[in-house]
C-alpha cells in the first residue's frame, strides 16, 4: 500500500471501522488483546518494508499508529511495540533475523514486543540493568527478570539487552515459547490492560548465536533509539485529535457554559497541527545533526498537549465524561499511560536537562 492510498484513509479507515472500533470497550473493559486488528494490518501489507525507501516506511508508519491512537490508544501501544521489534530487525546485520524472522514479523504470522524499558534507562543512568549473560558455546544463558513487556503471546517474539561479566552489552530477539522463560500476565493497570503486558523470568535460558541482534548492544540502540521515540509521538497526537473532536462535539448545555471553559477545542488543535508539521520534519530526516533531542522535545511537547487535550475533554463532558465507560475517561487513563512509557516525562526532563 503506497504513502497515497493511506493518506487517502479508504483501505485504513474500512479496518479500523470494521476490525478495531467495535473493540474499542472490550479492550478498555475486559482486558482484550485486539491481535485481530495487527493481523488486518499485516495481512493489507501495511508493515510490509522490502521494496520501500524507509522514509516512506516510517511515514506510512506513523499514520498508522496515530489513526490507531484516535480510536484506541491501547491498540496503538500493541502497534508501536511491534513497530519497535521491526525497527530491530530491519537495523541488525543478523541475516537469520533479517531473511527468516523479520518477513514473518511483516506478514503477520506473529508479532513482537519491545523489551527495552529497562535497558533504555539503564543507559540514562536510571537503572541497573536487570538481565545477565553468560558465554556459553554457540550462544548465551540469560538470567534476570523484566517487570513488563507488551504485545506478547505464545509465539511472539521480543527484544532484550543483558550484561556480561566482562562488561558490555549484547542484544538479542526471543521467542516467548523458549525454555526457561517464565510469564506473568499484567492487568491491574487502571487503563491499557489489553495491552498483553507480561512479567518475564529468565531462568537461565539459552540464546543461540543466530538471535544476537548486536554484541554491542549500546551502539545498537544508539542506531534505532531514534526511530523508537519517533513512533510514540503519534501515539498522543491520535489521542489529542480525538480528545478535540469530541470537545467540538460537546453537548451545548446550561447556555453554552462550556465557552467559558480554560481550555478550548480550537487552541489545542492550533497546537496539534504545530506539533504535527514538526513530525513530519522529522520523518523525512531532516535535521539530522540534532534529531535525537529534536524527537525527545517534540515527544514530550506532545505528551503536555495530549494531557491538556484529555483533561478539557473531560470538563467539556462535566459528568457525563467521569461514567467508567465514557469514551473521555478512558482517553484520560491512556494519556497517563503515555506519560509513563519509557522515556517517561521525568525521564525526557531529565534527558532534556543536560
Avoid at 487535550?309 to 463532558?317: E, F, W
Amino acid at each position: 500500500m503506497t504513502v497515497e492510498e493511506l493518506n487517502g484513509e479508504q483501505v485504513l479507515d474500512k479496518i479500523i471501522r470494521e476490525q478495531l472500533k467495535p473493540l474499542v470497550k472490550k479492550v478498555d473493559q475486559q482486558a482484550y488483546y485486539p491481535e485481530e486488528y495487527l493481523q488486518t494490518l499485516a495481512e493489507n501489507g501495511l508493515f510490509t518494508s522490502d521494496g520501500h525507501q524507509m522514509d516512506e516506511v516510517r511515514r506510512r508508519e506513523t499514520i498508522l499508529v496515530e489513526r490507531t491512537a484516535e480510536a484506541c490508544m491501547t491498540t496503538a501501544f500493541n502497534l508501536w511495540c511491534h513497530l519497535a521489534s521491526l525497527t530491530y530487525l530491519r537495523h541488525c546485520d543478523n541475516q537469520y533475523l533479517k531473511s527468516e524472522i523479520l518477513p514473518s514479523l511483516e506478514s503477520g504470522e506473529f508479532f513482537g514486543g519491545t523489551g527495552l524499558s529497562n535497558p533504555m534507562k539503564y543507559y540514562s543512568g536510571l537503572e541497573p540493568l536487570h538481565l545477565k549473560a553468560e558465554r556459553r558455546e554457540g550462544g548465551y544463558i540469560i538470567s534476570g527478570s523484566l517487570a513488563s513487556v507488551s504485545n506478547l503471546k505464545s509465539g511472539h517474539w521480543f527484544g532484550i539487552i543483558a550484561s556480561l561479566d566482562g562488561g558490555g552489552e549484547i542484544m538479542a530477539f526471543v521467542p516467548c515459547t523458549v525454555e526457561g522463560l517464565k510469564m506473568k500476565e499484567k492487568a491491574d493497570y487502571i487503563g491499557v490492560n489489553g495491552s498483553a503486558t507480561y512479567g518475564c523470568r529468565f531462568n537461565d535460558v539459552f540464546i543461540p548465536e543466530e538471535w544476537i541482534i548486536s554484541n554491542d548492544a549500546q551502539s545498537f540502540v544508539d542506531v534505532i533509539r531514534p526511530t523508537f521515540i519517533l513512533y510514540q509521538t503519534p501515539l498522543g497526537l491520535g489521542v489529542t485529535s480525538s480528545a478535540i473532536k469530541s470537545m467540538k462535539k460537546a453537548p451545548k448545555k446550561q447556555r453554552n457554559i462550556n465557552a467559558f471553559l480554560p481550555v478550548q477545542a480550537d487552541e489545542v488543535e492550533a497546537e496539534y497541527n504545530d506539533l504535527k508539521d514538526q513530525l513530519e520534519i522529522l520523518v523525512k530526516g531532516r535535521y539530522e545533526d540534532n534529531r535525537l533531542i529534536d524527537l525527545l522535545q517534540l515527544r514530550l511537547d506532545i505528551d503536555q498537549l495530549t494531557l491538556k487535550a484529555v483533561h478539557g475533554d473531560m470538563l467539556h463532558y462535566g459528568g457525563a465524561g467521569y461514567l467508567q465507560n465514557s469514551h473521555q475517561s478512558r482517553r484520560l487513563r491512556e494519556a497517563y499511560f503515555l506519560l509513563n512509557l519509557t522515556p517517561t516525562v521525568k525521564h525526557l526532563e531529565k534527558e532534556l536537562s543536560t
